[in-house]
């Protein structure tokens, strides 16, 4: 079967490394949630992500199912899938490890790496999209849940999920104005870092704009030439 069959039918290897990723993100916090971490603001902001995370899988189940040929037999090793995506269940959160097996299973399918990486060569915006989105994902994620630990002991007004999550969203968006500013030296390390994280996003977009704008101007321009 030629790569851009099974690629077609499977979803591009890059995307199916990302469910990969965001499996594993997902299973590694739920097993920090139950036996490392013991603050509950910690653990919701933990949850909140994971809620997110859930949201992803769901649409990407019902996706495929709306794609399978075979809804019947897609349903067969799918409702595992559905079932571990549900949010806030956790004892089927660990139906994640099927999701991850079953796209390995896939990469393997792939014979040569060679294939891969020639995959994901062409296919360069793909790569770079993902890339920036995955730096975002997890500059957002840790430093929402780290700020709470590093501030506790400043009498900080970052004390609760909901605020350290905000905290974390309007430094990646630089939007300063009645944003509760870190006092700690790690938490303004990592006001730093999301500032920076969200200047380059705002460089993808702005990029990714313009370069919608020169190819519309192409296709106009080739269009009143014909």
């Not at 790496?113 to 994901?120: A, E, H, N, P």
């Given at each position: 079967m030629k790569l851009?069959?099974?690629?077609?039918?499977?979803?591009?290897?890059?995307?199916?490394?990302?469910?990969?990723?965001?499996?594993?993100?997902?299973?590694?916090?739920?097993?920090?949630?139950?036996?490392?971490?013991?603050?509950?603001?910690?653990?919701?902001?933990?949850?909140?992500?994971?809620?997110?995370?859930?949201?992803?899988?769901?649409?990407?189940?019902?996706?495929?199912f709306y794609q399978a040929e075979s809804k019947s037999q897609f349903l067969k090793w799918g409702w595992l899938d559905f079932i571990s995506s549900i949010p806030a269940i956790d004892p089927l959160r660990w139906g994640r490890v099927s999701k991850v097996v079953r796209v390995i299973r896939y990469l393997r399918a792939i014979k040569s790496i060679k294939i891969l990486v020639k995959s994901l060569h062409v296919s360069k915006y793909e790569t770079f999209t993902l890339s920036i989105?995955?730096?975002?994902?997890?500059?957002?994620?840790?430093?929402?849940?780290?700020?709470?630990?590093?501030?506790?002991?400043?009498?900080?007004?970052?004390?609760?999920?909901?605020?350290?999550?905000?905290w974390a969203f309007l430094n990646l968006m630089n939007a300063k104005t009645s944003i509760s500013q870190a006092v700690s030296h790690e938490g303004i390390i990592m006001t730093t870092v999301l500032n920076k994280v969200g200047l380059l996003l705002f460089a993808y977009v702005n990029s990714m704009f313009i370069a919608w704008l020169v190819v519309q101007k192409r296709t106009d321009l080739e269009t009143t030439n014909y």
């Amino acid at each position: 079967m030629k790569l851009k069959e099974v690629m077609k039918q499977q979803g591009s290897p890059l995307y199916n490394l990302v469910l990969i990723f965001l499996s594993v993100y997902v299973l590694a916090t739920l097993s920090i949630e139950a036996f490392l971490i013991e603050d509950q603001e910690i653990k919701q902001v933990l949850q909140y992500i994971d809620f997110a995370v859930c949201c992803i899988f769901l649409c990407d189940f019902f996706v495929n199912f709306y794609q399978a040929e075979s809804k019947s037999q897609f349903l067969k090793w799918g409702w595992l899938d559905f079932i571990s995506s549900i949010p806030a269940i956790d004892p089927l959160r660990w139906g994640r490890v099927s999701k991850v097996v079953r796209v390995i299973r896939y990469l393997r399918a792939i014979k040569s790496i060679k294939i891969l990486v020639k995959s994901l060569h062409v296919s360069k915006y793909e790569t770079f999209t993902l890339s920036i989105l995955l730096i975002v994902f997890v500059s957002f994620t840790l430093s929402s849940a780290f700020i709470l630990e590093f501030e506790r002991s400043y009498n900080s007004s970052i004390n609760t999920a909901e605020s350290a999550l905000w905290w974390a969203f309007l430094n990646l968006m630089n939007a300063k104005t009645s944003i509760s500013q870190a006092v700690s030296h790690e938490g303004i390390i990592m006001t730093t870092v999301l500032n920076k994280v969200g200047l380059l996003l705002f460089a993808y977009v702005n990029s990714m704009f313009i370069a919608w704008l020169v190819v519309q101007k192409r296709t106009d321009l080739e269009t009143t030439n014909y």
